[in-house]
């Protein structure tokens, strides 16, 4: 019993962590959309500022995720649910900035 108490602490934990890293994420991707923009001198809208404001977006639900997490500590099920949730959806915003990162380096987009 105690060793799912102290995995459902560390999960806790995670949430915490996972809350102020898509704070950060979210500025990251600001600034990112900002200098595509500084960059692009023909006014049309890139395609490179479209998909991070996605992935800004990602890390906007993981953040209300992982807070919704930090609140709900009086139902232990719906806790666990925002987690999961916060987790999945901050590495699917990880995996989508790096991969527009690659891409942006490339000239793809």
Known sequence: ???????????????THILSASVVMIGVSTTL?????VAKTNGTPSHAAQYTALTALLFLLSALAAYSSIRWTNSPELRQVFDRMADYIFICGLIGISAIAFFFAYEFI
């Open 33 to 37: 959309i900002g200098l595509v923009k």
């Open 1 to 15: 019993m105690e060793s799912e108490s102290n995995s459902d602490t560390r999960r806790h934990a995670l949430s």
